[in-house]
């Protein structure tokens, strides 16, 4: 589902439904895709800072 909504550029319900999973985690593949995505679309400051948070989670 996030790997739609990201090659629909649909980034909004992508925030929306990572902040959902939050509870379960998320893992490296998901973010990856949703930061490539997010590079993809230069949405540049918005990757920069979901890699930050990634990082500071220790998942990559």
């Given amino acids: 589902m ?3 909504f990201c090659k629909e550029s ?3 319900e992508v925030l929306t439904m ?3 999973m939050e509870d379960f985690g998320s893992d490296v593949v ?3 895709i949703i930061i490539y995505a997010l590079f993809k ?3 540049n400051h918005m990757a920069e ?4 948070i990634v990082i500071a989670r220790g998942l990559l």
């Fill in 10 to 12: 649909l980034f909004d």
């Fill in 18 to 20: 990572l902040s959902m």
């Fill in 30 to 32: 998901t973010n990856e």
């Fill in 2 to 4: 996030i790997s739609g």
């Fill in 49 to 52: 800072k979901l890699l930050r």
């Fill in 41 to 43: 679309e230069n949405e």
